[in-house]
């Protein structure tokens, strides 16, 4: 029900910081729940953050205080602010969307192409 794209993931170092958009397109944008997720290499798809329609935000202890999730009704895009970079967040970066956004993730929601976000030690 709606399309997603990420976009702003990249190569950075240790340390640094990287913003991720997620741009949507159709109508129930700003009814709908929005999550991130991510998949290293080898490793199961993993809850990163997700906030709601109402702009409630929940995040991984893995990237609590480091990570900021937000959005913009008016542009249908979701952002994640990722400071403090670790080599362990390198992975394909995935955005979600869902009436419902849950830890787990589902083949129901609707997902992005994902990103690659790759930090250097």
């Known amino acids: 029900q709606v399309q997603l794209v990420e976009s702003g993931g990249g190569l950075v170092q240790a340390g640094g910081s990287l913003t991720l958009s997620c741009s949507a397109s159709?109508?129930?944008?700003?009814?709908?729940?929005m999550g991130w997720f991510r998949q290293g290499p080898g490793k199961e798809r993993e809850f990163v953050a997700r906030?709601?329609?109402?702009?409630?935000?929940y995040y991984a202890d893995s990237v609590k205080g480091r990570f900021a999730i937000s959005r913009d009704n008016d542009k249908n895009t979701v952002y994640l602010q990722m400071n403090s970079l670790k080599p362990e967040d390198t992975a394909v970066y995935y955005c979600a969307g869902s009436q419902v956004m849950t830890t787990i993730p589902r083949s129901g929601f609707d997902w992005g192409q994902g990103t690659q976000v790759t930090v250097s030690s």
């Open positions: 906030i709601t329609s109402r702009a409630n935000t």
């Open positions: 159709g109508r129930t944008f700003s009814m709908y729940s």
